[in-house]
């Protein structure tokens, strides 16, 4: 069997990597820092929910919203008092657009 070198450079750059990421801090979102700092949240677990929480929320009354825009009811009738459906009548009559 052949003997199987690796070349040193790369084994290095990849634990340099592995050396960086784990040096590197996670960063908590600021809304999450905002609700545990408020006293909204409890912890940064809580605090992600509680923002799932919110976005659902939105995200269903904009539904609701877009819905009853597109499809509105068929009972929204306009009412029109009577006295100004005669009043209506008599302009037509005057100008002939109906007959009496």
Known sequence: MEKIEFEQDNINA?????????????????????L????IAKDEKTAKYFLIGIAACSFIASGIIFYFGLFPSKNNKIVIPPEILLQQKKIMQEYQIIKQ
């Open 14 to 34: 990849v634990d340099e990597f592995k050396l960086k990421a784990n040096l590197k801090q996670r960063q908590v979102p600021a809304m999450v820092k905002f």
């Open 36 to 39: 545990v700092k408020t006293g």
